[in-house]
């Protein structure tokens, strides 16, 4: 299991995985990018917040840690 902290937000990188960063990000969820927005857009993952800017989209930790534990 990841850690993730108790509070707090996760970008979209943090959650699917970056292979190519330095060093690689290993993904909590892993599914594609296409997958994780069509997920978004039924309801099966949690909504994007975006009140930290208008470039940045982030999900809440807690509603990551939620869609973790109904699996």
């Given at each position: 299991m990841h850690y993730l902290p108790e509070t707090?937000?996760?970008r979209l990188r943090q959650i699917i995985g970056d292979p190519h960063?330095?060093?690689?990000i290993?993904?909590?969820?892993?599914?594609s990018k296409s997958t994780w927005w069509?997920?978004?857009r039924s309801g099966r993952y949690p909504k994007?917040?975006?009140?930290?800017?208008?470039r940045i989209?982030?999900?809440?930790?807690?509603d990551i840690r939620k869609l973790l534990q109904q699996s």
């Open positions: 707090g937000y996760l960063a330095n060093p690689p290993p993904p909590i969820i892993p599914v069509a997920g978004v994007s917040i975006k009140t930290l800017g208008a989209t982030v999900w809440r930790v807690e």
